[in-house]
């Protein structure tokens, strides 16, 4: 069974700082998704990462996958509320369907 | 026009009862899932169907019946409701099935409680 460990995994900052959260598996994925989910919906896609190393930019955030494929990171500059939300990275490891991580709650305190 | 619909967003009923929740989605995908996320917001998968063949079944109750009329549509049927299957379920779509890194377009989820 492949899984997806989150840390931490709730997170409480001020308006205005940057932060890290962090996906961890022990298998190799062979791509790896970021989704925000709000309360009431389901998660949206943020981004999409396919090679090791790679680093995507998505305004504040920028998405890191591992070199070796095991690991990713999403790290957000100057916390907004609007950032606040449920963070969940999810993996595809080679079958037909993505495996979700535990999750990162997220709460930025204006 | 909403990508991915379900409906009911909300269903509360008593145990041993029959429920059913609907699904459409108008993004001409190929691939819908049906996913269970508990009250720790873990997501998990139950189905997957790629053109309404049934391709992922993961260790799901019998009473748990998904059904695809055409690509566009994924139900699920639950019978003799339990306690324990009280959660949100989330259908989504994606492109196709390869895993080849299409992200998943969620619908809003029905929040089902069981009494």
């Known amino acids: 069974t492949q899984l997806l460990e989150q840390s931490p995994q709730f997170l409480s900052i001020q308006e205005g700082e940057n932060l890290t959260v962090y996906c961890n598996s022990s298998s190799v994925f062979s791509s790896l998704q970021w989704y925000r989910q709000e309360p009431g919906e389901g998660p949206v896609l943020l981004v999409t990462v396919v090679t090791g190393g790679e680093v995507k930019k998505l305004k504040r955030l920028t998405f890191q996958f591992g070199d070796a494929r095991k690991d990713s990171s999403l790290h957000i500059t100057a916390a907004q509320p609007g950032d606040t939300g449920l963070y969940l990275c999810?993996?595809?490891?080679?079958?037909?369907?993505?495996?979700f991580g535990t999750g990162t709650r997220l709460t930025i305190i204006p | 026009d909403t990508a991915v619909s379900q409906t009911p967003k909300y269903l509360v009923t008593q145990m041993g009862n029959d429920k059913s929740i609907k699904c459409e989605q108008n993004l001409g995908h190929d691939t819908m899932y049906w996913y269970k996320q508990d009250s720790k917001k873990f997501l998990k998968i139950m189905f997957s169907?790629?053109?309404?063949?049934?391709?992922i079944n993961e260790t799901v109750p019998n009473r748990f019946s998904p059904k695809s009329p055409d690509k566009a549509h994924l139900n699920l049927h639950i019978n003799s409701l339990e306690l324990g299957d009280s959660a949100v379920y989330f259908c989504?779509?994606?492109?196709?099935?390869?895993?080849?890194?299409?992200?998943?377009?969620f619908g809003s989820g029905t929040r089902l409680t069981v009494v």
């Open positions: 169907y790629n053109n309404k063949e049934l391709i």
């Open positions: 989504a779509s994606s492109q196709d099935s390869s895993g080849s890194g299409y992200g998943y377009t």
């Open positions: 999810a993996a595809n490891f080679g079958n037909e369907k993505l495996t």
